[in-house]
C-alpha cells in the first residue's frame, strides 16, 4: 500500500484513500492512500535537501542518469504500456507510442539542454532548486516525462503531483527512475488529489511545472501572484480551430476527411490540440466532405480491442461532461450531423460527435469558448478564407490550429494571421514535434514553452565578465574617476 516516495523511501500515505479505475472496465486498478501535508512538507524538504549535491554534480553525471532512465523504459516499455492501457484507456498501441516518446524525450532534452543552456567563458546556466511538477492524466507518461527530465538535466530536484486519476503510471515511472540511480531526495512522489497540490504550492518551492486546463492553470497563476521568484511554467489547452478552404477538388475529400479524424478524434478527442472547430469555407464539396466525414466516423473501430481507433474517455464525469457539451450545442440551435452517444455496455467510451454550429455563430446565441475535452466537434461554414481566418481567431485561447488548403496564398496568410503556437498545414493538429517548442498564447500558456524549450525555464541564465587577475583590469579613464 506504499505510494507515496519521499528521500527514496516508499511509504503509505496518511492521507485518505484513492482508487483509479480502469475507464473500459470500471474496475479498480490501483487503491492506495493520498499523501498528508506533513507528507509533502516533507517532500520538498528532502528535495531541498537533495538539491545541494545534485546541481553541483556534473553535467556528464546527470545525463549518465537520465539516459539510463531510458534504458529502463526501453527494457519495461510493453509493460509500462500495459499500466496505461488499464488506467487510461488507450489501446495498446497507443500506450506504447507514449512510452517510445518518453524514451525519445531523454536525447531531444540532452541536445535542447547543450544548445539552449550550455556554458561558455561569459555565460552560465543555473539550476532553479526544488521544482514542483504537476501531471495529467491524457498523456500520464510523456507530458510529466517532458519537465522531468530537462528539470533534472539541469540540476533541479522534484516532487512530482501527478493525476489523482493516473496514480498507477506515476508510481510505476518513479519505481524506473528509482532504479536509473537517481540519488536520495533528487525525485520525490507524492499522491493526491486537489489538497495535495494545494498543500505542494504552499510549500517553499522555487518553481511549479504545469500540465492542464485552463481553468486550474488560472488559478495557480493567481496563487503565486506576488512570489515572482518562483518560475512558472504552465502548459494549458485549447479551442482548436481546424480551417478547410475552398481549394480542394474532390480527389482530396478522402484525404481531408482522414486529416479531420486524426485531428479530432485521436486519443478520444483527450489531446490538447486536438481540433475542436472545424471551419469549412462553404464550395461544391463541402456536402460531399461532410458526409464522407460522418460516415468514416461511423466506421472507426471502438471496441476496445488491439486495434481500436481510440478507447475510452477518462472518467464518468469526462463522459457525462461531453454529452452536455453536445446537448448545450444543440439547445443553443446546432444541428447534430453525428450524434455522441456511449458505446458499449461498460466503460466510458464516446463515439464521435458532429454539430453544425454555423447558425449559432451567426445568430444572436453566443458558443461558450471552452475546450470539450473529448471526441466532440463543432462544424461551422463560412463564406470565404477571411471570415473563416477571423473565426479562428475568435478565441481566448491560443495552443493549436490547422489549414487542409493547396492555395499557397492561404498558407502564407494563415501562418502569419493565425494566433497559436503550434500549427499545422495539410497535416494533423494532433501531433507536434518534441524538437520544436510546445505551447500557446493567450488562456493556453504563459510564454512558456515545453518541448525543445523546456530548458529554457529549467535553469536560468548568469552573464560572466571575469578576468583571470587584477593585472589584468585595465581600466578605461572615466571623468571625475581618479585612476592608479
Not at 458 to 472: F, L, M, V
Request: charge should be negative; aromatic fraction near 6%.
Amino acid at each position: 500500500m506504499k505510494a507515496i516516495m519521499i528521500n527514496n523511501q516508499w511509504q503509505q500515505g496518511e492521507g485518505p484513500s484513492l482508487t483509479s479505475l480502469n475507464p473500459q472496465t470500471e474496475a479498480p486498478v490501483w487503491q492506495k492512500h493520498q499523501a498528508s501535508q506533513a507528507q509533502v512538507a516533507l517532500a520538498v524538504g528532502a528535495a531541498r535537501t537533495a538539491f545541494k549535491s545534485w546541481s553541483r554534480s556534473s553535467a556528464d553525471q546527470r545525463r549518465a542518469v537520465v539516459r539510463k532512465f531510458a534504458e529502463l523504459l526501453a527494457e519495461h516499455k510493453t509493460e509500462l504500456a500495459t499500466v496505461i492501457h488499464q488506467e487510461t484507456g488507450k489501446p495498446q498501441w497507443e500506450a506504447l507510442t507514449e512510452v517510445q516518446a518518453m524514451i525519445n524525450k531523454v536525447e531531444i532534452s540532452i541536445d535542447a539542454a547543450l544548445q539552449r543552456t550550455g556554458s561558455s567563458a561569459s555565460l552560465e546556466h543555473h539550476a532553479h532548486g526544488v521544482m514542483a511538477v504537476f501531471g495529467p492524466y491524457n498523456f500520464p507518461g510523456h507530458l510529466p516525462n517532458g519537465h522531468i527530465v530537462p528539470a533534472l538535466l539541469a540540476g533541479n530536484t522534484m516532487v512530482f503531483k501527478p493525476s489523482e486519476l493516473t496514480p498507477w503510471v506515476a508510481e510505476r515511472t518513479v519505481q524506473l527512475w528509482q532504479s536509473a540511480g537517481l540519488p536520495d531526495g533528487v525525485l520525490n512522489l507524492v499522491q493526491g488529489e486537489v489538497e495535495v497540490g494545494k498543500a505542494l504550492c504552499a510549500q517553499d518551492i522555487d518553481g511549479l511545472l504545469f500540465t492542464g486546463s485552463s481553468t486550474t492553470g488560472k488559478l495557480l497563476h493567481q496563487q503565486f501572484g506576488g512570489r515572482p521568484e518562483v518560475i512558472l511554467a504552465l502548459e494549458m489547452g485549447g479551442n482548436n480551430p481546424l480551417i478547410v478552404d475552398d481549394s480542394l477538388n474532390s480527389n482530396d475529400i478522402g484525404k481531408a476527411a482522414d486529416l479531420i479524424i486524426r485531428s479530432a478524434f485521436i486519443s478520444a478527442g483527450q489531446r490538447c490540440t486536438c481540433a475542436r472547430r472545424l471551419i469549412l469555407v462553404e464550395n461544391k464539396s463541402t456536402a460531399a466532405l461532410l458526409n464522407e466525414l460522418s460516415q468514416r466516423c461511423q466506421q472507426l473501430d471502438l471496441n476496445q480491442s488491439e486495434s481500436s481507433f481510440y478507447g475510452p474517455v477518462i472518467s464518468a464525469k469526462a463522459r457525462d461532461d461531453l454529452l452536455k457539451g453536445q446537448q448545450m450545442l444543440v439547445e443553443l440551435g446546432g444541428k447534430p450531423l453525428l450524434q455522441s452517444r456511449p458505446h458499449g455496455e461498460q466503460g466510458y467510451v464516446l463515439t464521435p460527435g458532429l454539430v453544425d454550429v454555423t447558425d449559432v455563430v451567426n445568430g444572436k446565441n453566443n458558443i461558450p469558448d471552452d475546450e470539450w475535452f473529448g471526441p466532440l466537434l463543432q462544424v461551422i461554414r463560412v463564406a470565404n478564407f477571411e471570415q473563416a481566418l477571423e473565426i479562428a481567431n475568435r478565441t481566448r485561447f491560443g495552443l493549436a490550429a490547422g489549414l487542409v488548403s493547396n492555395s499557397s496564398d492561404h498558407q502564407r496568410d494563415f501562418k502569419q494571421g493565425i494566433r497559436a503556437g503550434v500549427i499545422s498545414i495539410n497535416q494533423p493538429t494532433a501531433g507536434a514535434s518534441s524538437k520544436v517548442p510546445f505551447g500557446g498564447i493567450g488562456a493556453s500558456g504563459n510564454h512558456r514553452p515545453s518541448a525543445w524549450y523546456a530548458a529554457d525555464y529549467c535553469a536560468w541564465p548568469q552573464a560572466i565578465s571575469a578576468a583571470g587577475s587584477t593585472n589584468e583590469y585595465q581600466p578605461a579613464p572615466l571623468p571625475g574617476l581618479k585612476s592608479e
